[in-house]
T-cell receptor, first 111, second 112 residues
């Protein structure tokens, strides 16, 4: 079993839809959680960084962490065609020296 | 402009040749990382370094080598021992082990 599981998609939604992207993990020590967006042939860019449980909002993006279920989510409101990309989750704990990445979910938002 | 610069963006090499990919950062980050990404797959960690003159193997270090002589630089050499070197290579840096990592724009290596 991988430490971090992420559905590869593709997830196809119409413009304006609310998108939910998710990752599950097995290591209960994970405390630091990140979401990255990667456009084709580009490097990943950091979207959200959260510590421990709870929600964090930034514009149309909301990151949610449920440590009891070992489950994190990224919600995108009013999705746009420009949101079409691969979304990667990443996480770490206080005693690890590297990030553990999910395999990424490919999102397609059609006009 | 602060950031991570990878060069070149595209690189072509003949089979059997070693090739070095450059990664420079001016973010004053201690930690640097090299990842490999194949089509439709996630990031796989090749090597990482938490401090100058020290580095550790990642999950797929065979056929690769690195050096960390300066804080801002972490070059990756893809050697002829790497059996399938054609891939997209990403360099990243972070301020510490539990902070977010920032990525360069990648180098696409094609070996023919």
């Amino acid at each position: 079993q991988k430490e971090v599981e992420q559905d590869p998609g593709p997830l196809s939604v119409p413009e304006g839809a609310i998108v939910s992207l998710n990752c599950t993990y097995s290591n209960s020590a994970f405390q630091y959680f990140m979401w990255y967006r990667q456009y084709s042939r580009k490097g990943p860019e950091l979207l959200m960084y959260t510590y421990s449980s709870g929600n964090k909002e930034d514009g149309r993006f909301t990151a949610q962490v449920d440590k009891s279920s070992k489950y994190i989510s990224l919600f995108i409101r009013d999705s746009q065609p420009s949101d079409s990309a691969t979304y990667l989750c990443a996480m770490s704990s206080y005693n690890t020296d590297k990030l553990i990445f999910g395999t990424g979910t490919r999102l397609q938002v059609f006009p | 402009d602060g950031g991570i610069t990878q060069s070149p963006k595209y690189l072509f090499r003949k089979e059997g040749q070693n090739v070095t990919l450059s990664c420079e950062q001016n973010l004053n980050h201690d930690a640097m990382y090299w990842y490999r990404q194949d089509p439709g797959q996630g990031l796989r960690l090749i090597y990482y370094s938490q401090i100058v003159n020290d580095f550790q193997k990642g999950d797929i270090a065979e056929g690769y080598s690195v050096s960390r002589e300066k804080k801002e630089s972490f070059p990756l050499t893809v050697t002829s021992a790497q059996k399938n070197p054609t891939a997209f290579y990403l360099c990243a840096s972070s301020d510490g082990t539990n902070t977010e990592a920032f990525f360069g724009q990648g180098t696409r290596l094609t070996v023919v």
